[in-house]
């Protein structure tokens, strides 16, 4: 019972990765919002593989099926549901980790939590391939907070040890579009070019490789949000440790705060244009859970993909001996590239959510 | 609607730091565990001030007292509610913040969001106060989980840039103990030695420092979590971001994984006396949401204490011009200290909660 | 945000009367439960039309296409999502009552709480038809019950004034089963036949009867629940409400418990074979929201179809005067006849869920 | 983990009836709600006993002390937390009660839900004085109510076979006002005394009598609520069924809907002064779950107190015998005359939190 978030718009994600089919309901969308389906499609072609020669070699096409809460592309007010049908599943090439568990992913405490009884085929319910459920979701928040003028964007920040520019203290939906645009949806494209080798690097000796993705919001109202364990940064944190390969996350300055003192990282406010605004952002824009009209700024750790064709040490779950494995199929290097998208979904959905609390 | 958390077992958290008191309720403790109350006490003393000459002197005699749920000092199976009433508040020190706010804090914030009514002396419901609530619950939860060997404990791992030492790969229960009996809270004491002094060199510039808290959990049993929202992760971070000042969470290797390659951060399986473990523990005990029986272990990022005497950048919100501000009042110049136990008590009831679900 | 219910298994429910598909999504479901599909089918044909010629003329086919959740018809443990594609929609027959709303029906509050952008064509999501999604959901729950000797079976009780017999203290499966198989599901054919009566002389007057339907639960453990607002009888009542048309709702001797003396209403305990019994369940099982051992039992008054071809009094939303209206399409009499899978399947959904806490 | 409820606005109720104090915390009233304690304290008073002859004799003084969320006198956002010290208690009266269980009580099932753990002196946290915690929420969130022009009231329908007269279409304030101020909360004083000469009957019998109590909620804003398992009846039935003795619940007409014919039952609509309104109100001012601005109307069953005096039969759970008791200590001969507020407060609470949606 735990493939569901949020509050007042909940988000059910369904389907394992050789199902039949994967799945969102999305239930607390408001009514007569109108929704773009080319865009919804561009957007969720981010995430796709196949956008890029880094990527899986698998086909996925992630053309999403409504079945409720969309009466001639504007929303009706009742729950949403939308599928996209399975296919282009090899799964030959899993057969097998039941008994030698790969390494870091959840075939063994997948066997363990489901008695043997988990369909992990492709890794199942844990798949990256459900994220895919989550870009609708957030694909259609993202269509609806941009007519409020809010608009969430993010980039790769970091791959390896290679690091893109920060976002600007304000960045502009313009920079996020032209980002989104990119084949490595950087901001310096020379850091792009060099996470490109690193990447190809990785590749070519079976291997893979971490990032790390900055994301976020402007124009989000201040004042929404609440003290404690409901606020902005507990209800994001929720929602984006559920990406698979999330291992952490900073709000702000983060864990670079940690290492400062206070008169470097308080948040020196000042009157512009009439208007309280902080002079630097160290906090992300929230403040005891709640919004301070600032900028959301957060960043995501993604460890390196676990799939990785090089041989790797593990046991034999029957026989408890130790053995070795190699893992086939068709694998991302690196995740992180087709993340971006997934990581905005999240946090474009969670914000659409919290604003139904002004 | 917010200061709650938690699912088979909810812990509720009330008062304001110049209310008549604070305190907690905790709904769904099992019937029939004995809690000690010296345990108990102790445990809440490492939170308390006065214990150390580096933390605020601020004089709090954090004594619950409990109104329900406990029979003969055993949980009865009803709510237990324990208060801490309020004593030694110097309210005039806030004077004026509603005017002025201070810099990171949520005088701003909350001046919005309830319309001037929020009574933020002391910053009200946003103090670090209302820890002692979390330490009460989560010093119940901690004894009750060791009875099942069960065990959580922190250290500093860092303030500043001194860096202590990491857990062992098997951190025991007398390691933990020996931590939690010094003054500075560290595995290694000459890199104590360095924090004292870098937090003394921040107090008599009258600044603040920020730091981590690295917390592990032991002997606590594989198979328990889920995918997707409902993980461990998910469930520790949407509590730990609750705890005041905390801007970042890692898990396992967490940010670092995100630098390093598969072949390096994957966890190798082994077999050892018969039982399967991993190498290494990058991915911190847990896989997909689930724990795999290796100790539980994540590092939460703390901001320098917002409130320092120097002087500082702010608006007056009435005029909207820009001032400055001094704050007075009785600061602890680095909460990490104090901190330490409250990141147990916070991982510690989490912990409880999950392992009902068995 | 209001189609889900459950708390240890969530079971979510979407979809339009007209849409393209309407379906659940269940969450929590443990692994390793095998599913009979041709004893599901069994239980659906039992609140599907067609079935009795009291019955609406609409086809419905009601087959669920299961997407994820079952590998070879077995639960894999990750949610399970079904639909059922909708066809011999007659839309048409529903014009116009965006303008004219029906009495007692969903069309007025529908056009104010979604701005008129509810897909209301057939009752939309507000429709008896949705309830084929929750007898998904619950055939599962039933079958899963049943290998754990846990029964649920129901019977019309009452329609208009003509009453059933009632359950006898100890209800067995074989009678709930034998009742099942009947065109009208009641104890006494003799009432049942007198329940005929009634519906066709409502159905040849174009107008519409209501009735009550008693749900009991057989084998289901002592001390399960809590007390206060998460007890048994909250959660039943909760999602038993959701069924369409019901407007009451009570456990054991319910109403008439109001009329009596403790003396006469209190069930005196007694020793059986060892066991601790009470002589009589004017309880209905549950005490303080814990399950005492005895039969579950609990009664539901349906309000008659609102859907009647008599002409009504409305009014003209747009004009704002008063007007009539007669309501052709193809209506139940009486929705109670199918409503009896309905009931049993919600029970035995909330029944499965408590459960889950033993 | 169940002393719960609430969606925006959470009330969490903890104590035992023998304990050190009972309270309530309530999390999510907006701030800057000024709330009369005089007012709150005579809404309280209609609860606790001393009031009338017909009560019992225990003398509980309900006075709350507050915690915390209130500054002055007016809500200051966070969460409220107030408690009431127990006194007064006769523990004695109840010793031997987890050997031999009091038929109808919650003591057998709470010896095995609670392990024998659970404090069951005054019947522990199941106790009827807990409603003292429920009429501290409910009687501010009837302030709030008020000053929103929205009105809660109840009265006494029956006791025992005395109906008292139904309320009027439209109840106005006036009526609720003067019905509170009986002590014999009824709209017909003949009928009230009648109720007088039965429950004085029973008392000298050393027996006990149900009843109904019927409340109105008017001024309550149309299209407030949603389909299926959040709407208006799911959450009214999931915190009703949370009142002690309550069981069973009906909106509008309720089980007599179930003996009536669609053009009966149906609320035909017409237009009022320029409003749509209905002529009758049989489904209580909800339809699909969500209001349609009529008067909400609900009936809530009591069962006969279970605490009689005469000899009843129960048995020992130690030898497994049967065997007599009687019930010693000071019970109400009828709880229905305390219950009124009780039910007012728990439906202006569900309100209060309903109305955050709008």
């Known amino acids: 019972m735990s493939s569901e978030y949020g509050k007042n718009i909940k988000i059910s994600i369904f389907g394992e990765s050789h199902g039949k089919a994967i799945g969102v309901s999305i239930d607390g969308i408001p009514a007569g919002e109108e929704i773009d389906m080319d865009t919804l499609l561009s957007f969720m072609a981010r995430r796709a593989p196949g956008r890029s020669k880094l990527a899986t070699k698998r086909c996925e096409s992630d053309t999403p099926v409504f079945l409720s809460g969309l009466t001639n592309g504007i929303t009706n007010g009742f729950p949403i549901c939308a599928i996209i049908e399975n296919s282009n599943a090899h799964s030959s090439d899993y057969a097998g980790f039941e008994i030698t568990p790969r390494p870091s992913h959840a075939d063994y405490v997948a066997s363990l939590r489901y008695n043997g009884f988990a369909d992990m085929r492709g890794s199942g319910h844990f798949s990256g391939r459900l994220t895919a459920s989550l870009c609708i979701a957030g694909g259609i928040a993202k269509q609806i907070l941009a007519k409020q003028n809010i608009f969430v964007g993010a980039h790769i920040s970091s791959i390896c040890n290679v690091k893109d520019s920060s976002f600007p203290l304000y960045p502009t939906s313009e920079l996020f579009n032209e980002i989104a645009s990119k ?43 609440s003290p404690m364990f409901d606020g ?67 960043r995501v750790a993604f460890k390196p993909t676990p799939s990785i064709a090089k041989k790797q040490e593990t046991v034999n779950l029957e026989t408890l001996e130790n053995t070795t494995i190699s893992i086939g199929g068709r694998h991302d290097p690196c995740i992180v590239l087709r993340a971006v998208a997934v990581v905005e979904a999240v946090v474009a959905s969670v914000m659409l959510d919290l604003l139904q609390e002004r």
């Open 183 to 225: 084949e490595i949806a950087v901001i310096d494209d020379e850091k792009g070019e060099k996470m490109r080798a690193v990447i190809e690097q990785a590749a070519s000796e079976c291997d893979s490789v971490g990032g790390t993705v900055e994301c976020a919001v402007v124009g989000f109202p201040a004042s929404i949000g």
């Open 232 to 298: 902005i940064e507990n209800r994001l944190a929720l929602a984006l440790f559920g990406i698979p390969a999330v291992k952490g996350l900073e709000f702000g300055s983060g864990f670079s705060a940690s290492e400062t003192k206070g008169s470097q990282n308080n948040d020196a406010f000042e009157v512009q244009n009439g208007k309280v605004v902080t002079k630097t952002n160290n906090n992300g824009g929230i403040i005891g859970g709640i919004s301070n009209g600032m900028p959301i700024t957060l």
